[in-house]
């Protein structure tokens, strides 16, 4: 009755967790309908942008959540700090290109990388952590390596746009495993490391009459503001549907935006989808439908097993409970029985 109780009262917080996650990769999968509307500012000057609004809005909840304790807790370790720095800069390739490639016509190749993203992040756990595949795992990652072959006859060249996304993001995911800080913590530091090269690009570009900033009036100047918001938010939106859900839960919901992306590339931006383009596309969906089902698959199984033990557990422990309470009889019975007098005065 109880396990039934608890199951009860955290159906909110599962509901509230589902939400939040869809959230944030609704916004992540809209979000190439943003970055057109700061043109004619180009990627690199929407980039370092980014950079410094979203420092600013991250200190902002920094302050008002009264969360700085990390911080000299993280200048006293320099391997970590070293670690933040690649990730930064690797999360700076991943948003620059991402912008580019919206601006530049090419939402359904970039949409591409963040669908492959997750058999990157298998073939790089292989070769670099030595990780084991299940039979499925590696039948979908020789799936995503055909496609690869097949988008890159149909464009006559690799799709090195998606490939930098997809390693790159990767790659960041790789290091921010290692760092093991909260997502506000880590988007704080991060952008604090990029934030005065940034900061002095913004600069260089104003005194050379380059920025847009100012010169295309205060609606360009808020939205480029706001690249603070489009950036923090949904990372705010991810790190309160990750304690409330499963794993299985949001490995499910991370093709959400790679899906709107796709489908905004198509409808709204009009792109070209050419037979070979749907094929390789087709492939690595297939190898992510296969990819899914093994999780969920082995997520059953491991579920089942942990209440097969808890079960067994649960079953021997009257009788452990009982041998206990017999023999605790059997030592105070004797203990308490009169053995023989030692020989003393009478």
Known sequence: MKADGDQRAGLPAQRAGLLYGIGAYGMWGLVPLYWPLLEPA?????????????LAFVAIGLLVLRRWGWIPELIRQPRKLGLIAVAATTISLNWGFYIWAVN?????????????????????????????????????????LAAVLVLAV???????????????????GLVKKKINIGGLESLAAETAVLFLPALGYLVWLGTSGSATFGSEGTGQMALLAGTGVV????LICFGAAAIRVPLSTLGLLQYLAPVFQFVLGITYFHEAMPPERWAGFSLVWLALAILTWD??????????????LAAEAAATAP???????????????????PGPREPGPR
Do not use: C, D
């Open 104 to 144: 530049s016509g090419r939402v359904v190749e970039a949409s591409l990388g963040y669908f492959i993203n997750p058999l990157v992040t298998i073939a790089m756990g292989v070769l670099l952590l030595k990780e084991r595949l299940r039979p499925a795992q590696w039948t979908a990652v020789f799936i995503a």
């Open 42 to 54: 180009g990627a690199m000057e929407i980039l370092a942008h980014r950079m410094v609004w979203s």
């Open 231 to 234: 950036t923090a938010l949904p």
């Open 319 to 337: 009788a452990t409970a009982t041998a206990t309470t017999v023999a605790a009889s059997t030592s105070a019975s004797t203990s308490a029985s």
């Open 154 to 172: 149909g464009y006559g060249q690799p799709p090195w746009i998606s490939l930098v996304l997809a390693f790159s993001f990767a790659t960041y």
């Open 295 to 308: 999780a969920l698959r082995n997520a059953r199984r491991t579920r089942a097993k942990a209440l097969r």
